[in-house]
């Protein structure tokens, strides 16, 4: 790629929480396809080494590190070891999270609501805080690169789920986190946008994707007639760890084969 290109991504490092697989592997590839240098955070240690084995095709530096979003003290730790490892974080792309297993709202206990906003809201705000805390630093020594931030989202954040009302409030939460970080650190050249998927081939969708009765339901509501795929994301994720998007922020982008327009 020539070096002229806003999608030369040579020389910036960028983060992906829940990167060793599905939608966060696939943005992780696009990313070092483009040149950028790649952190991984999980945690299941054989699932980053798998990861880090597919992104060793590409002539960037990696990192994979154990951390559990959802603990305050391991985020911090994680963000200023992924900085010391790889000198500085431009992008940082808020993607892990988990499913809700309750039967029902009417049976959703306290417990099943905790453990899913402690990943999905609270992890991403975490994250989200030290990523910001180092690109507002960088500006104020004098580095007016600034930054992007970049949540998963959902559509249940806009339409809710039925079976899943800790999920959709944990995606709506980061729409609203996002546009807050959007409005608050324009200032410091950091932007921030949320990317909310459709059905999309994942270890979180194999069941569903499995079941006959939803696969009939679901997928003529697909425009475009397919699941989507890891690799519909790496384009998004390049746009975004970009200079093309250096005026883009506080967005909603839909990768989801049409399917909230239908």
């Excluded at 490092?13 to 696939?26: D, E, F, Q, R, W």
């Excluded at 880090?52 to 603990?71: F, G």
């Excluded at 905790?114 to 994250?127: E, H, K, P, Q, W």
Aim: with cysteine.
């Amino acid at each position: 790629m020539s070096s002229d290109s806003p999608f030369d991504l040579t020389g910036r490092v960028a983060l992906i929480t829940g990167g060793n697989s599905g939608i966060g592997l696939g943005m992780a590839e696009g990313l070092a396809a483009h040149g950028a240098d790649v952190a991984i955070w999980g945690t299941h240690s054989e699932k980053n080494e798998r990861a880090l084995d597919i992104l060793s095709d590409y002539d960037v530096e990696l990192l994979s590190i154990i951390c559990d979003v959802s603990d305050e003290a391991a985020v911090i730790e994680s963000m200023q070891e992924t900085v010391d490892a790889l000198g500085r974080i431009d992008a940082v792309f808020v993607n892990a999270g988990i499913s809700g297993r309750s039967p029902s709202f009417l049976e959703m206990t306290s417990e099943d609501w905790r453990r899913v906003m402690s990943v999905n809201l609270d992890g991403a705000f975490y994250t989200a805080r030290e990523a910001a805390k180092h690109m507002v630093g960088r500006f104020e020594e004098g580095d007016r690169s600034g930054g992007s931030i970049v949540f998963t989202s959902s559509g249940s954040s806009e339409f809710g789920s039925a079976s899943g009302q800790h999920y959709g409030a944990t995606k709506a939460g980061v729409n609203a986190m996002m546009r807050g970080i959007a409005v608050a650190h324009a200032r410091h050249n950091i932007r921030c946008n949320s990317i909310l998927p459709g059905w999309i081939e994942s270890d979180m969708t194999a069941n569903a994707f499995g079941w006959d009765k939803f696969v009939d339901k679901v997928m003529p509501r697909i425009p475009s007639r397919r699941w989507g795929t890891k690799e519909d994301f790496a384009g998004i994720a390049t746009y975004l760890a970009s200079s093309a998007s250096s005026y883009h922020t506080g967005d909603i982008i839909r990768i989801d084969g049409g399917f909230h327009s239908f």
